[in-house]
């Protein structure tokens, strides 16, 4: 899929770290190293920097699903964090499963290498 990348990457995303690894028609792959900046009071990778990851996944996603020319906004997402992240990078696979005139359903898993590290699933409003 051939995107500019400043339609891509938001300056938070880039605040982040985010790179996009992957975009096809529904798909997004993005991944995200840690940092000492996204480390928790324990050392751990934050979950709001994994909600963050998950949330522009989802997004660009849904972007590659209706089109780049059209906005969508985050109505409601949940999340369920299974495994804690000390070091290395991790890889936010979000999926379009609808993609309605209104609204899209989004799936995402974030992993670290072969293992699940978070769950996902949001429903996206199309503006």
């Not at 899929?1 to 792959?29: H, N, T, W, Y």
């Not at 020319?69 to 964090?81: A, M, P």
Request: aromatic letters at 4%; hydrophobic letters at 45%; one cysteine or more.
């Amino acid at each position: 899929m051939d995107i500019p990348e400043g339609i891509v990457q938001s300056a938070f995303s880039q605040l982040l770290g985010c790179r996009l690894q992957r975009l096809d028609k529904g798909v997004a792959e993005v991944a995200l190293s840690l940092q000492e900046h996204l480390r928790n009071r324990a050392g751990k990778l934050h979950g709001g920097a994994l909600f963050s990851l998950v949330d522009i996944a989802m997004g660009l996603a849904c972007s590659s699903a209706h089109g780049f020319d059209q906005q969508s906004v985050t109505l409601e997402c949940k999340i369920n964090y299974l495994r804690a992240v000390s070091e290395g990078e991790v890889l936010c696979i979000a999926r379009v499963l609808h993609a309605g005139r209104r609204t899209l359903v989004v799936d995402a898993d974030v992993l670290q290498g072969d293992k699940l590290v978070a769950k996902a699933q949001g429903t996206f409003s199309v503006l």
